[in-house]
């Protein structure tokens, strides 16, 4: 009891100089809290981003030459054919499946109800590729494309136009310009443009229109874990297109390629910088406050060295004045570090749910809301703690070291 009572006397003695160096434990370990959620939530709203839709996806886009190769003048348009399907199919590694895209616009109309619309002929793949989310029924199979069946997969914004509330889509069938398609799912939309997203067999849209000639392929990659890996491909697959199409390997305007999983690995590098910049500042806030503790922990010895003094020459052993010095130390840091933590979570807490209800309602938002991991919060605050008590242990160990008469003396 004498040894907690004179410790509790030695802090309520210098109430303001406690509390300013608790103060400054706490606002560390808060700043570091806040920061930590504030990085997650934007790394997590990023991912999320990334998370509708595969990352191992390539594009490739149909584009103009600039250079002259091989008798072919400039400004040649090159696009794409199933013979590009089936070099990607056959002949190009690490490709697993393909997915060319073609369009048609036109009004579709069910009973007295019309809209325009912006179809899209897909394979059955596209639907991981783009990770479209199926509302009610199904997406388009391999059959259906096989057999160049009438089916289309209609948006939510178009089955809201054409169908009255009540009426179940699945199983009716909507006409596009004369031809009459079954409907066969109604998916969310994926992409916020005037035409949504619907879509028909490939093979489908293909014969309709006679469409032999495509601006634009997806596919899905394999075994590419790396940037290198990725700008290695990208080389590889512009030559084999250039051999293709007789165009300059080195012409980047002939074909654009462009790699979702490189955007993602890019995305990633930039966020984990961020990451450790976060962590660069909040450490370096916490190093404040155990300097802060340490000051103040060697003003306090220094003034209490004549009372040091006073008990070693009673009979005051050294390891009892020491462990009192450092308890004191171990008080403070605690205490006030998981003030600063409870507040901090409480801060990120709030203001991830400001955030959530601002973003509710909204089309496009990155969900960026904080979060925190427990464990660093704890090893964090444990670490400073730790820091705090060695911050007081020093100067005491340096005090309990003088001499009684030495010490009794001391101005």
Same mark, same amino acid.
């Given at each position: 009891?004498?040894? =907690? ?31 930590? &959620? ?29 250079? +002259?190769?091989?008798? #072919? ?58 990770? %479209? ?9 391999? *059959? ?6 009438? %089916?289309?997969? $209609? ?45 028909? +067999? ?12 495509? =601006?634009? *392929? ?13 700008? &290695?491909? !990208? ?7 250039? #051999?293709? #199409? ?32 976060? =962590? ?6 916490? $190093? ?33 004045? *020491? ?31 400001? *955030? ?12 960026? %809301? ?10 964090? !605050? ?12 020093? +100067?005491?160990?340096?005090? %309990?070291?003088?001499?009684? $008469? ?6």
């Amino acid at each position: 009891m004498d040894f =907690w009572q004179e410790i509790f006397m030695a802090l309520s003695r210098n109430k303001l100089r406690t509390f300013l160096t608790g103060f400054a434990i706490s606002w560390g370990i808060f700043i570091l809290i806040v920061l930590l &959620a504030a990085g997650n939530g934007i790394m997590n709203g990023v991912s999320e981003q990334f998370s509708d839709k595969s990352t191992n996806v390539y594009m490739i886009y149909s584009g103009e030459t600039s250079k +002259p190769f091989k008798g #072919h003048g400039t400004n040649r348009s090159i696009m794409f054919t199933d013979k590009d399907i089936r070099l990607l199919e056959t002949e190009v590694r690490n490709i697993d499946q393909v997915s060319p895209r073609i369009y048609f616009n036109g009004f579709a109309t069910f009973n007295d109800k019309s809209s325009r619309v912006f179809m899209s002929g897909v394979r059955p793949v596209f639907k991981d590729i783009n990770n %479209v989310k199926m509302m009610e029924g199904r997406f388009i199979n391999e *059959l259906d494309d096989k057999n160049r069946e009438k %089916v289309i997969v $209609i948006d939510e914004s178009l089955r809201d136009k054409l169908f009255d509330e009540g009426t179940f889509p699945l199983g009716q069938f909507i006409f596009i310009s004369g031809i009459a398609y079954k409907v066969i799912g109604v998916c969310e939309n994926l992409e916020y443009s005037s035409g949504g997203n619907d879509y028909v +067999p490939f093979s489908t849209l293909k014969n309709i229109t006679r469409q032999s000639k495509y =601006w634009m *392929l997806n596919f899905i990659v394999t075994g590419l874990e790396t940037k290198e890996d990725n700008e &290695a491909f !990208t080389e590889y697959l512009r030559t084999k297109l250039a #051999h293709l #199409h007789e165009f300059d390997p080195d012409d980047t305007s002939a074909v654009y390629i462009r790699s979702r999983q490189e955007e993602y690995l890019q995305t990633m590098k930039i966020f984990n910088t961020i990451q450790l910049f976060i =962590w660069i500042i909040g450490f370096a806030m916490l $190093i404040s406050g155990i300097v802060g503790v340490s000051n103040i922990m060697r003003i306090t010895v220094k003034e209490r060295t004549n009372e040091i003094g006073i008990r070693k020459a009673l009979g005051a052993k050294s390891r009892s004045i *020491l462990a009192s010095i450092v308890t004191e130390s171990l008080i403070i840091t605690t205490i006030f570090g998981y003030i600063g933590m409870w507040l901090g979570m409480i801060a990120a807490e709030v203001g991830g749910n400001i *955030l959530a209800k601002v973003q509710e309602g909204k089309e496009i938002s990155l969900n960026i %809301v904080p979060s925190i991991d427990i464990r660093i919060v704890l090893m964090a !605050t444990a670490l400073l703690i730790v820091c705090g008590v060695l911050a007081g242990f020093f +100067p005491a160990r340096n005090a %309990v070291k003088i001499k009684p $008469i030495e010490a009794m003396n001391y101005r």
